[in-house]
């Protein structure tokens, strides 16, 4: 739908086939901290002021068990906020809205089953029947076959993610804090959400499926051991389950074809990458068709493909790497870690590097 809009923007003329019924991105349960920088992008596409959002003054990061911790505020870095947190739900309902207010074609309840791409086009094969197009974009799904898996790089992190919302206790107001805190069992994020926290609790994956069904005392009492007590709990909200895994196409072009957002790459939700850089593909992709006579021609999809490749490969190395590093229970990472997080700390300059990354994206540079 973002695409679709910055496309419009630019004057090219677009379509989205979508195998879900109309509206359904308006009943997306997952949670979203968008940057600074995704901000700025979802003000262009003029859809900034229907989302609900709650801005992240401050971003504290630590870890369970280990010294070390690090604090990233908006006023440093001069932002309004560092990032919001807002409901998926929220942003597809306000990009749904967009498309019919442009008159964007969409045709739901549209499978797509095969794509041939030729010289001049791409004929798709839907359950509708066929169609053609000069430039055919994966925005979400994708065909799977032997070839998508021959191009893809996966990791399963055996982990899933308990997604919820808690309330706070009356005299602990969240202030506006983000709280990234690494633990053995993966890592634990509380954004503010309203008056609310919303939580993503990442833990073993057999485990998942039993935390989430625990009664809200029991989980409450959870949640509280696994944080710690510089916040206090009342009151959790019903839980749901997302498996998590890195997964992410080599190259994101083809022949007369594009990957972006989680059909070139599904990221570990940790530090919040995955939908801004889906957006910042979003951005990119319509920037570099805008002028192109031919949108789906090789030289033109290099040229995506070029620009996108410092800040995906970030992305996803980035994701990965902490996964990697805040994960293992090795006495030596973990003091090793720590000092890192003090050194990030004491050194206002790495904290730039990284809260410049986190908000802009390799457009940073």
């Known amino acids: 739908m973002a695409l679709a809009l910055a496309l419009h923007r630019h004057g090219v003329a677009a379509q989205i086939l979508d195998a879900r019924p109309r509206g359904a991105a308006r009943e997306d349960r997952r949670i979203l901290a968008l940057s600074h920088g995704s901000r700025q992008i979802l003000e262009w596409l003029g859809v900034w002021p229907s989302i609900a959002a709650t801005p992240i003054a401050t971003i504290h990061v630590s870890q369970r068990g280990g010294f070390g911790r690090t604090r990233l505020t908006a006023q440093e870095h001069g932002v309004p906020a560092l990032g919001y947190v807002t409901a998926a739900a929220s942003v597809g309902t306000a990009l749904d809205a967009a498309l019919e207010a442009a008159r964007i074609p969409l045709r739901d309840n549209c499978r797509v089953t095969q794509a041939d791409p030729s010289t001049d086009d791409v004929r798709l094969h839907t359950d509708a029947g066929a169609t053609q197009a000069r430039l055919v974009v994966y925005a979400e799904g994708a065909i799977e076959n032997d070839d998508a898996a021959a191009a893809t790089v996966t990791r399963d992190y055996r982990q899933q993610a308990v997604i919820c919302s808690a309330t706070l206790a009356p005299a602990a107001p969240h202030r506006n804090v983000a709280y990234e805190r690494f633990t053995p069992q993966g890592p634990l994020a509380l954004l503010p959400f309203g008056k609310e926290l919303a939580v993503v609790y990442t833990c073993p994956a057999q485990q998942a499926a039993t935390l989430a069904a625990l009664p809200d005392s029991e989980f409450l009492k959870r949640l509280q051991e696994h944080f710690g007590h510089r916040l206090e709990f009342s009151a959790v909200s019903p839980r749901h389950v997302f498996p998590l895994a890195l997964r992410y196409r080599k190259t994101p072009i083809g022949p007369r074809s594009v990957w972006l957002g989680n059909a070139a790459q599904t990221l570990h939700p940790v530090a919040g990458q995955g939908f801004n ?75 730039a590097f990284v809260a410049r990354r986190m908000l802009f994206g390799a457009r940073a540079w």
Do not use: C, K, M
């Not at 033109?300 to 995906?312: F, G, I, K, N």
């Not at 490969?313 to 870690?337: E, K, M, Q, W, Y």
């Open 277 to 351: 850089l889906a957006l910042r593909d979003t951005w990119e992709l319509a920037r570099t068709l805008a002028d192109a006579v031919d949108p789906g021609a090789p030289a033109v999809l290099q040229r995506y493909a070029r620009a996108r490749r410092l800040d995906r490969h970030g992305a996803i190395g980035f994701t990965d790497t902490l996964i990697r590093v805040f994960g293992s229970n090795d006495p030596l990472l973990r003091h090793a870690r720590g000092l890192g997080l003090l050194a990030l700390d004491l050194l206002p300059p790495a904290r």
